[in-house]
């Protein structure tokens, strides 16, 4: 299991990679967006200032240019690029393809069981479930995770879950059986800290000042 930073500012993916713990870097288009800057441009810098997989999603109103999309992405660094795909009937022809040429591919907005499943068909590397949308739009979101943890199971598709809110929600999505989440730096730096951490080490600093 791996923590992914979905980010796509630099100073986030800086930070990240000084903990030491943070594996990889997921964005999609709202979050480059964001940075005012042309996507590839994102994705290029990003790859400079890591060493592991970043994750880059298409946007082409046809499959013809998600297709072109997917293989300039690829092409900055093959084996470190992951494109995301929306998840799709229309797009699953173009993640089996993609794979079958070697692009490590991403079905993302997975919502469904039935979609987790069509992803092992086309032998998409990773599924991204949006666990605290399904919760909002579904009901839960974790109990769907755990559905297609089952289904899943014993191919070479992995669950990468994303929309994580809190904490609590996070730990809840890697024991329903996802394998990697993907975090805002600030709910990255909340996992490590706890209340109780906090009150225990404080009765042990009042203790040696106590000596």
């Not at 400079?48 to 297709?67: D, K, L, S």
Request: hydrophobic content about 45%; some cysteine; proline content about 5%.
């Amino acid at each position: 299991m791996a923590i992914y930073l979905d980010s796509a500012q630099l100073d986030d993916v800086r930070q990240a990679r000084q903990l030491g713990f943070v594996a990889a870097v997921t964005t999609n288009p709202t979050l480059i967006a964001q940075t005012g800057r042309p996507g590839l441009d994102v994705l290029r810098d990003i790859l400079e200032m890591t060493a592991g997989p970043v994750f880059y999603q298409v946007t082409g109103a046809t499959v013809p240019r998600r297709r072109e999309q997917a293989w300039e992405a690829h092409q900055f660094a093959p084996g470190r690029v992951v494109v995301k795909i929306p998840a799709t009937t229309e797009n699953m022809p173009l993640a089996a393809e993609l794979a079958a040429g070697g692009v490590t591919c991403a079905l993302t907005a997975v919502a469904s069981p039935a979609q987790a499943y069509l992803a092992t068909q086309v032998n998409a590397r990773y599924i991204a479930p949006y666990v605290s949308r399904l919760t909002r739009d579904l009901g839960d979101g974790v109990a769907i995770v755990r559905d297609m943890a089952r289904l899943v199971d014993g191919t070479p598709t992995e669950i990468l879950a994303a929309s994580l809110k809190t904490v609590d929600e996070t730990v809840a999505a890697l024991l329903a059986g996802a394998h990697h989440v993907t975090l805002p730096l600030d709910l990255i730096l909340a996992l490590g800290d706890h209340e109780l951490s906090q009150q225990a080490i404080a009765q042990f600093n009042a203790s040696l000042q106590e000596a």
